[in-house]
């Protein structure tokens, strides 16, 4: 379909607003990223996903807009779109997720150890007496394997010994 100049010039903005915003979802991924570390798998399967998802929504936009037909000033406007987003305002964003990230996990540090310090508390203060039993019973348990293991040996020989006996009986 032939499409007039304003047309073409309403698409190309629409293509460079939808790379903008594909380079802020990119974003909005690495910030996860840092929030969550993930191993190299993980990133890899999340960056495919992402092209893929990446890949549908520019099918679908240019399904509506354009009637399906791929054009090269619109994979220009998509490029374009996203360069400009890199440039400008990805540094920015970038810091300040960065300030924001680090102050919750400080706030997640902070309550962390105000929910974990009465059981840290009661840690220190069993932490003598758990030894001192285990201890305690450490040395009553090997007493008893010892004997059970000489218990184990008498049986083992009357047990040989009936088998003997029921071999020779033949």
Not at 73 to 87: A, E, K
Request: with cysteine.
């Amino acid at each position: 379909m032939i499409l007039s100049l304003n047309e073409q010039a309403r698409l190309f903005l629409f293509v460079i607003l939808a790379g903008t915003l594909i380079g802020a979802t990119y974003d909005a991924l690495r910030i996860f990223r840092k929030m969550i570390p993930h191993s190299m798998l993980l990133i890899q399967l999340e960056d495919a996903l992402y092209w893929l998802g990446t890949a549908f929504f520019l099918f679908f936009m240019l399904l509506q807009q354009n009637y399906g037909e791929i054009r090269f000033f619109v994979i220009i406007g998509v490029f374009l779109g996203m360069l400009c987003y890199f440039l400008t305002l990805s540094p920015f964003i970038n810091k300040i997720s960065d300030k924001i990230v680090a102050a919750i996990h400080k706030i997640l540090l902070t309550l962390f150890t105000i929910i974990l310090t009465p059981f840290r508390l009661i840690y220190l203060l069993l932490q003598k007496p758990v030894k001192k039993t285990n201890t305690f019973f450490h040395k009553k348990m090997k007493k008893v394997l010892q004997f059970c293991k000489g218990y184990v040996k008498i049986k083992k020989r009357n047990f040989c010994r009936n088998v003997k006996i029921l071999l020779h009986k033949k």
